[in-house]
Every structure is written in C-alpha cells, then in structure tokens.
C-alpha cells in the first residue's frame, strides 16, 4: 500500500510576526514545476475539518509575491496556508519519464491545530515516487534522481530556516529517511 512522502520542519522563535516570511523563503527555494506551472492556493482556519475559507487559483505557482499578496489579505495566526502545485519527478506510466507530480507546502499559523505540531510541512506525493515498487520496470537512473531531489529540498530548506527539528515520514510512520538511503545504496 502506497504512503504519502511528507517533509515537517519545526522552526525556533517561530511566531505570528514571521511566519509569512518563513514560508517566504520556503516558497522562494522550491523547484516548481516548468510542465504544469499552476498552483491553488488554500487558506484552512482553526484546522482542517473546516471548509477552506479560500481557495485561489494560480497561473503561475512560482509567482510568490501574488500569493503572499493574497495571504496578507486574509492572514490570521489560526489559519493554514496551503499550495497545492507540482514539481517535476521521473514517474512510471507507460514507461519512465518526467513528468508533474503533485506536491503541497504548507504552513501553520501558531493557533491552527497542525498534524504533529510542526510548523511547515510539504506533502511530496506517494512513496512510490521514491521507492522501489514491484510491478514496475527498475530505473535507477529515475528513482535516485526523485530521491536526491528530495534530499536536495530538505538540505536547502535546512540551509535557510531556523531549523530546531526536520522530519521526513511516511503516514505509515516509518522512518523514511532510513528507507531512502537504503534504496539508494540498493541502485549504486
């Protein structure tokens, strides 16, 4: 059974004063998709049993300052903001090639009740992205590519945020750091 991939960072000194411009910089870092640019925009209040009190559509989801524009209208310390784009990784369809998979950044507001108390999180799409999966043709090529792209988000985003505790995991609540090195040393 396939687990979502997600990356959480709990951030020192984080507050309602600077957490715009945290997950500012987390936008700045990412690699957006160049096949399918487009991104939505959620902003959640209180948590996620509530309907989105936003949902924005965007063109171009590397268009950080009209999104931080649209989050500054509507900005509460109980709210989530949440976008929903791409980036580009090697998947298996037919055969292997790059194509746009779905991704979602995420930070919560000091009094939104997030999953595990972390203040950003990016959900990085199924691990099968990253993983070897029975029933599909091996490329290691493909696979240690998704991995060191993964690898090269959390690296930077350590490089650039206050840091005090990073997490990659799987809903299945293995250590999925663990099973990315495995899998590389596997394909070498």
Request: proline share 7%; net charge negative.
């Amino acid at each position: 059974m396939a687990d979502s991939v997600r990356l959480s960072f709990w951030l020192r000194g984080f507050t309602e004063h600077n957490m715009l411009s945290l997950y500012e910089r987390v936008l700045r870092r990412f690699p957006f998709s160049r096949l399918a640019p487009a991104g939505m925009l959620r902003i959640h209040a209180l948590d996620y049993s509530e309907a989105p009190v936003l949902e924005e559509e965007f063109d171009d989801a590397a268009n950080v300052p009209a999104i931080l524009s649209i989050i500054q209208e509507h900005f509460h310390n109980d709210c989530s903001f949440q976008l929903d784009c791409c980036w580009d990784l090697w998947y298996y369809g037919e055969d292997w090639s790059l194509k746009p998979c779905a991704v979602s950044i995420a930070v919560f507001g000091p009094f939104f009740e997030s999953p595990w108390g972390e203040q950003i999180q990016i959900d990085l799409g199924m691990d099968f992205l990253y993983l070897p999966t029975p029933n599909v043709p091996p490329n290691p090529r493909a696979l240690r590519s998704n991995i060191r792209s993964v690898l090269h988000l959390a690296e930077d985003l350590q490089r650039i945020l206050p840091v005090e505790k990073r997490t990659l995991w799987s809903e299945s609540g293995e250590n999925l750091a663990e099973r990315l090195q495995e899998a590389l040393e596997e394909e070498d």
